[in-house]
């Protein structure tokens, strides 16, 4: 038996707790916490997350046919990736024709641009 199973409850579920510890709190919603879940498990997929990047590096709205050859996987792979972000409130669509049109939102600029940061930060 571990030196700390003294310290488990009745349930055995972890450490006995009194109420006093027991209130942290994150501060955010029950919908700002969902949100904030579904945008990171939209970017946590290889395909939405290099679309995102390809989408935030054009220079104008960027068509489904543009992203397709650069991501190496079908149209309807690309199109399912874009409502993923879309649904998430990374993109903008635009429709002209039968095509569609994207364009990241401001959102996703900070969130990439955050992104960016951290990547060029050390660790001292």
Known sequence: MSENAS???SSGSGPARSDACCSADHGLTEEELAND???LTTLGNDTRYEALRLIAG???EICVCELEPSLGVSQGAVSQALSRLFGAGLVE???EGRWRYYSTTPRAER?????DE???MTDD
Not at 111 to 115: A, C, G, P, W, Y
């Open 7 to 9: 310290d488990a409850d």
């Open 37 to 39: 879940v579904q945008l």
């Open 118 to 120: 951290t990547r060029a």
């Open 58 to 60: 054009a220079d104008d």
């Open 93 to 95: 669509r635009r429709k």
């Open 111 to 115: 969130v990439l641009s955050v992104l």
